[in-house]
């Protein structure tokens, strides 16, 4: 199973990726893909040999596809890519895109929920727990179907910062494990 993982930042989670699919394993990361040059997770998969690509246009779905069939890709992971993805790469790809959020959707999701700003929702919020959620993608942000959450605590004087590095823990763990679950379900389905 080739796997493509998206991002815009610093790659934490594409890293907990690379580090529990091993390219020798059944599922591995073929290719890494950004909106921007700026992405730190960029580095992170040169450093291991993966062969990374920049969007010219991050909203032609015609580059989407050149460079995902280009590349063999079956399965691609959002993590923390913060552009919408064409709605005809969803469609041919249904069932085998998912994205990492932050929080326990569907509270805290939507347009416009990303990075410090569900961490301060959710704390405004008075929340006592939240946690992450990978689920698949579809055309509405942060709307399709959850395949997995994992909780972490609202501590008393959290901030964003310190809340988004529990979450950020349970990410890691969460992430890799679904995204093998799920390759092993769409091999057996093939
Ligand atoms: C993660 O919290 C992810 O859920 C969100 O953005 C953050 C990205 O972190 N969408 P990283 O780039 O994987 O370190």
Request: net charge neutral; proline share 6%; aromatic share 4%.
């Amino acid at each position: 199973m080739r796997i493509a993982v998206a991002v815009s930042g610093g790659g934490s989670n594409l890293q907990a990726l690379l580090d529990s699919l091993p390219a020798a394993g059944p599922a591995k990361i073929a290719l890494v893909v950004s909106n921007t040059p700026k992405a730190g997770g960029l580095a992170r998969a040169e450093s291991r040999g993966v062969t990374t690509a920049v969007f010219r246009d991050f909203s032609s779905a015609e580059e989407w596809l050149a460079l995902l069939e280009g590349h063999g890709i079956e399965l691609i992971v959002l993590a923390g890519y913060l552009k919408l993805v064409p709605a005809p790469v969803i469609a041919k790809f249904r069932g085998r895109i998912v994205n990492v959020h932050p929080a326990l959707l569907p509270a805290f999701g939507g347009p416009g929920m990303y990075g410090k700003r569900v961490h301060e929702a959710v704390i405004a919020a008075g929340a006592v727990e939240s946690g992450c959620t990978v689920h698949l993608v579809d055309e509405a942000y942060d709307r399709g179907e959850i395949l997995a959450q994992a909780r972490v605590p609202v501590l008393p004087g959290d901030t964003a910062e310190s809340l988004a590095a529990r979450v950020l823990i349970a990410e890691h763990q969460l992430l890799p494990k679904v995204v093998l679950d799920l390759a092993a379900r769409i091999t057996r389905a093939s």
